[in-house]
């Protein structure tokens, strides 16, 4: 359980004991897949599971009445999909797989009784969503004030932050399956802008993006440009000890 995604990220805020672990590796007993395209939870959807996702990535959207998506966020390993949609009873909102996943599923009578045995625990998931909390305050931020190529470069950059957090990326990049498509769907661009932008972040010497890959070119750059202050990923080290 060590070196699993979701104990890497919440171990950033409580470092868990051998008890609190086995408690967490209880919640792993029904494992589930599913294929990239087609939606494990779907807006409006009633007694709906959440997941814990071990590899691959989706992505959470609502669709408008006249077909528009907003993506609200992606999913990598170690997020949990759909919680709110349990503590609320009704999801607000669809998930998709990005790519082929690998999840836990997790019912809410399984969550009480690990937080009831384990109440740092429940802390930790707190954390866990207070973090994604904060995320969504700076996509907001993103898609209402910054220009397109601040957008993309924050963006990019908040993905590497939380990858580098379950162990896949690092300062240098990371693998990334999203299409122009789906990063149009989430920064509120079309996919021609999305080119033009990374294009344009790439012949400054900044960012590149290609063949599934980020390459971070500089860092520190692409950093000062996006004003990218990682300190509401809230990474520094455990908090609870």
Known sequence: ???T???RKLGAFVALSDPELSVLASLHRRRRTFVAGRDLVQQGQSDQAAYILASGW???YKVLEDGQRQ????QVPGDFLGLRSVLFNVSDHSIEPVTDIEVTEVHVSDLLDAFAQTPRLATAVLWAASRDEAMVVEHLVNVGRRDAAERMAHFLL???GRLVLV???SRDGYACPLTQYLLADALGLSA???NRVLRQLREAGLVTFRDGFVSFDDYDRLTEFAQFDSSYLDQSGPLLR
Do not use: R
């Open 1 to 3: 359980m060590e070196k």
């Open 167 to 169: 162990g896949l990326g």
């Open 71 to 74: 993506i609200v966020d992606f």
């Open 5 to 7: 995604p979701l104990v």
């Open 192 to 194: 021609v802008h999305v």
């Open 158 to 160: 908040e993905l590497g």
């Open 58 to 60: 989706a992505c959470s």
